[in-house]
C-alpha cells in the first residue's frame, strides 16, 4: 500500500503543481563561449530603479561604460547614444547579450543591428544568469553608487565617470590585470607590427585566464547542481516565480501553485523550447531548464490557462469589488479601522480583512462604489 500511495502521489496533477522540490538546482553550468578579440561580444543592460541607467561591458576586457538614460527615451534616441558612447570607440561588435527588455526586442533596435551585421543573443525567460558578466557589473556599479548617493542624493549621476574610472581602473580575478592597463608599469615602444603582435599575445594571455576561470566556476557551481535532460515530445511543468504583492491563479501570495502546465517540448538543450498555448502567445517559449519539472503524467483534463486570466508575466492582479463587513481593533496605543473584503475571482467565504487606511490609499473608488 505504502508503494501504491507513493506512487499515486507522484502521478498527482495537482500534487505536482503544488509541491516544492527539495533537490540540487537542475542544469549543469553551460559558460559563453569566449570572445576571439577585444569588443567582439558584449554585454547590454539597464540598472532600473534609479533614474535608469545603461551598462555596456566588453566580455573580453571586461571594460564597462555607464551612460546615464531617461525613461523617455525611444529607441531612436537609445541607438544614437550606442552609436556615439561604443561604436565609435570600439567598432561594430559581432556579438550581444542581453535580457528580454523591451528595448532589446524591440523592431528598431533588431533593424539596426541587422543593418550592421551585429548577432543579437537575448537570455532565456527568467532566467538573468545567462549574462552573468553584465549582472555582476551591474551590482558593483549599484554599491558604488549607493555610497554616492548617501553623500551626493540627487546629484548621483555626475559620479558616474569617476565610478567607470575606479572599475575600469581595478584589477580583475578572472583576467588577472586590469582592463585598462593590460602592461606591467614602465616604458614600453612599439612600432609597426610590434604592436599587433604584442595585443595578439595579450589578448591570448587574456583568453587563457578566462578559461582557466570558467573552469574553475564550472566545476565549483556543478558540485551544486544536477544534471538534467529532457526529450522532444516530453511533457513538463513550468515554474512560476511568486511575486509579493500580486495575487495569482485566484489564490493570493504564497499559497498560489508553484506550477502551470504541464506543456510539450518541442526542442532545445540545456533550455528548451516549449509550445505554449495562444493565450501566453507573447511569453518568450524558450525556458532554463532549471524552471521545469518533468511531468511524470499528462492529464486527461487539464485547468485552461483562459481560466486562469495568466498575464504575459504569468501573474494575475486581482482588486477588491465589494466591502463585506468592517470592524475595530484596538491595540495599545491607536485604534485600526478594518474591513473585510471579497476580491475578484473569490467567493464571500474567501474574503480577507484589510486595513481601512491601505484600501483607501489604493482603492478610493472602491468606497466610492460603497458609499
Not at 289 to 312: A, F, G, T
Request: glycine share 4%.
Amino acid at each position: 500500500m505504502k508503494r501504491e500511495v507513493a506512487e499515486y502521489v507522484a502521478l498527482c496533477d495537482v500534487c505536482q503543481r503544488v509541491k516544492a522540490e527539495h533537490q540540487k538546482p537542475a542544469g549543469l553550468l553551460q559558460p559563453l563561449k569566449i570572445p576571439e578579440w577585444k569588443w567582439e561580444e558584449i554585454g547590454v543592460d539597464f540598472i532600473v530603479g534609479l533614474p535608469r541607467t545603461q551598462s555596456v561591458l566588453d566580455r573580453l576586457t571586461k571594460i564597462a561604460h555607464f551612460i546615464p538614460v531617461k525613461t523617455t527615451y525611444s529607441g531612436a534616441k537609445l541607438a544614437e547614444l550606442y552609436m556615439s558612447r561604443i561604436v565609435c570607440l570600439h567598432g561594430v561588435p559581432k556579438k550581444i547579450v542581453s535580457d528580454r527588455g523591451t528595448q532589446f526586442t524591440s523592431h528598431f533596435w533588431k533593424r539596426l543591428h541587422e543593418s550592421m551585421d551585429t548577432k543579437l543573443n537575448f537570455s532565456s525567460a527568467y532566467h538573468p544568469q545567462t549574462d552573468g558578466q553584465t549582472e555582476r557589473t551591474n551590482q558593483i556599479l549599484e554599491d558604488m553608487l549607493r555610497a554616492c548617493a548617501i553623500q551626493y542624493s540627487t546629484s548621483w549621476d555626475k559620479s558616474l565617470p569617476y565610478a567607470e574610472f575606479s572599475y575600469n581602473n581595478s584589477c580583475q580575478a578572472s583576467i588577472k590585470m586590469t582592463p585598462l592597463h593590460w602592461d606591467q608599469p614602465g616604458e614600453k615602444q612599439l612600432f609597426g607590427p610590434e604592436i599587433i603582435k604584442d595585443a595578439e599575445r595579450q589578448v591570448r594571455m587574456i583568453r587563457e585566464n578566462l578559461r582557466i576561470a570558467q573552469t574553475r566556476q564550472k566545476s565549483y557551481a556543478d558540485h551544486r547542481r544536477r544534471d538534467l535532460e529532457f526529450a522532444v515530445g516530453d511533457y513538463v511543468y513550468l515554474k512560476v516565480s511568486p511575486i509579493r504583492g500580486l495575487r495569482r491563479f485566484k489564490v493570493k501570495g504564497k499559497l498560489a501553485p508553484r506550477y502551470i502546465g504541464p506543456f510539450k517540448i518541442i526542442g532545445g538543450e540545456v533550455a528548451y523550447e516549449l509550445e505554449l498555448p495562444d493565450r501566453l502567445s507573447g511569453v518568450h517559449d524558450v525556458f532554463h531548464v532549471s524552471q521545469l519539472k518533468k511531468c511524470l503524467r499528462v492529464p486527461k483534463e487539464q485547468l485552461q490557462v483562459e481560466d486562469l486570466n495568466v498575464q504575459d508575466d504569468f501573474t494575475c492582479t486581482e482588486y477588491p469589488v465589494q466591502i463585506l463587513e468592517m470592524a475595530e481593533r484596538t491595540t495599545r496605543n491607536r485604534v485600526i479601522k478594518m474591513c473585510k473584503v471579497k476580491w475578484s475571482h473569490h467567493t464571500a467565504e474567501e474574503a480577507t480583512w484589510e486595513r481601512e487606511d491601505d484600501l483607501r490609499a489604493d482603492y478610493p473608488e472602491l468606497f466610492a462604489s460603497q458609499s
